[in-house]
């Protein structure tokens, strides 16, 4: 059982991972926490769901589901961060505001679904499994591992090795210097925002897959674990919240399966702290840490 | 000339009787406060639509006598106690309304029969709680209290099936399912059945991978899933998926008894034992008609907590009915109906509904079973 649970968590993880990138990304990028990330994350799952059962071919639905969630996120920079970005010393007013978008958006896919839970139908993606050193493991969880896998090497890819890559360590580094140079940094905040919504979304379209359901609050407890992974992975480090995610993933099917039932949130907790204790920046960070550049 | 001015009088004289008769026209009010948002917004969303539709359907039909209505509000308790206080503090200030049918669940029902004894306001919570009775005289509940309906599925486990050793997954974060799932623990091991394993799951949570693989390599010979419909169809999926061996019959409370499960648990959830007060798609004139009737009207299938705001919505009615015959429609005068109802026509269980001398409500259930994709009573 533990091999096969160890695979759960990767799993898991693995999603973690695509939902606590774009998550950090934002906060590495703009020191801000986006509270409506979670929320970005479940209309990724409704839009393609809607998307789904109205004909559009599933892979097309994911794709419509990505684009749509990066243009949420960006109204989201628009509207919840961008005037208070300018006033500066934004971080509070925007969390508070990003609560407040987060708020609406569950509203409305209340509303839309009725308070129901929704599941993609039945068919829409092949239901199989392989049996493989004694591991069950289906289609579904290898072609997730997979698309996280290379949705993870493209955007450190994308950060590291691309002129839009340097931009925004640039203007994570220092926005001001990055202007004098050249950059405009209200267009990388908007991209960041669009690669972070898009991810989000496609997270959303995953876990509801994998796990066959999808209602209004599902982004919320996904929100406080991009919390535990982002603080663990160091703040704004991208490789930290890839080690913390899948760690978290493992972490959270070990303690389900051997320990008494309800401790799980409170270890994942407690690992928290004592992170914290030892590493006050986390696993990857340092205090300056942000996605992939040092901040000045 | 002539003519028009005998219509003019003709006008002025029906109007003058429909401002009489409307002006002797009695008007009940009373407020639905469920939780529409929040973590019990699936139980108190379907709750307050039934109840609407019954009172609806109420008015529609003259219950309370030629031009007199019951006048509803639909409140949100938001599942959050500060929000509860503060809304039964100021319902009880407004002197028209008789009743609050409300709050839903767990703390927030008990904090709301809390103030509501305090004010001495008739409040009908949907919880099965029976600390919401004790609170005070004022405090009503809607749902059959775990005493009352987990013998049906306990018996039927360790009697029918003959269970020795049960696997149970509850929610963890509802205190009504967790009272259901205690009860069911206790009933059946005092019938020798052994726990294999008690786990919890939040209502929000959607990923029981890890769970199904260790119920599925473990050793029991029934599991037990006591969470709302969706979500045990899920919990089954993945238990499938797992592996879990399909002879290990899985049994659900009363919960399970909607079509979402069904719905969204598929081809997986064939065979799965529940019990169920509503009998999806009714079993009766009455239920059947309000399944249909629901369905038309919303768009979607009734389930256990539609039928049960339905249902309650009928006991309220009766009550106000009661008062109203007895010269009392007072606040009092309700809450001294309402503990005295018996043998109501509802949707739900036995098909009547009855507050016995300790105010605990009494409806019935039945075993079902799902078979070829239906709802199927076990034995008949």
Known sequence: ?296 | MKFLKLSMSATAFAAAMAASTSAMAEEYKMVILQSLTGGAAFIGKNVADGAAMAADELNANGFFGEGNSLVYEVADDATDRTQTLSLITRLAADEDVLIVMGPTSGSVALAGANVANEREFPVITTTNSMEVIENGPWSFILTQPADVTIPYIADFTAQTLGAKNCAIIGVKDNEAYVALQRKYEDLIQAQGVNLASVDGVALADSDFSALATKIATSEQDCVFIGTPAAQGANLVIQLRQAGLDPSIPILGHNAFASPTFIEKGGAAVENVYLMGAWVPGGYDDFSSAFSTNFEAKTGIPADEWHAVGYSGMQVIANAIKDAVAAGAVTREGVRDALGTQTDIPVVMGEGTYSYDEHRVPHFGMKVLQVKDGAFAVVGE
């Open chain 1, 1 to 296: 059982m533990l091999s096969q649970q160890i695979l759960n968590g990767l799993v898991t993880g693995s999603v973690y991972a695509l939902f606590s990138l774009g998550f950090t990304l934002i906060f590495g990028v703009q020191k801000l926490l986006n509270f409506a990330h979670g929320a970005t994350f479940m209309a990724g799952a409704f839009i393609a769901y809607y998307c789904t059962i109205s004909g559009l071919p599933f892979l097309l639905a994911i794709g419509f589901s990505m684009v749509a969630t990066g243009v949420i996120a960006i109204l989201v920079d628009l509207i919840a961060f961008r005037s208070l970005r300018k006033r500066g010393n934004a971080e509070f007013p925007a969390l508070v505001s990003s609560i407040g978008v987060d708020l609406i958006l569950v509203s409305i896919a209340q509303q839309v679904s009725k308070t129901q839970v929704l599941n993609f139908p039945f068919g829409t993606f092949p239901v199989k499994f392989y049996t493989f050193m004694g591991l069950r493991i289906s289609l579904l969880q290898l072609v997730i591992l997979a698309t996280v896998a290379v949705l993870v090497a493209l955007l450190i890819f994308y950060l590291k090795k691309t002129t839009f890559g340097r931009q925004v360590r640039a203007v994570a580094t220092n926005e001001r210097a990055a202007a004098l140079l050249g950059v405009n940094a209200q267009s990388v905040y908007l991209q960041t925002f669009f690669i972070a919504g898009a991810l989000a979304g496609l997270a959303g379209v995953l876990i509801g897959l994998l796990f066959n359901s999808m209602q209004f609050l599902m982004g919320e407890p996904y929100m406080l674990r991009a919390f535990v992974v982002v603080v663990i992975g160091g703040l704004g480090s991208v490789p930290g919240a890839i080690v913390a995610s899948l760690m978290l993933g493992v972490m959270q099917s070990l303690t389900v399966a051997y320990l008494p039932s309800g401790l799980t949130d409170a270890i994942i907790f407690a690992l928290l702290f004592v992170v914290l204790l030892i590493r006050p920046n986390g696993l990857f960070g340092d205090a300056n840490a942000v996605a992939g550049g040092t901040r000045q």
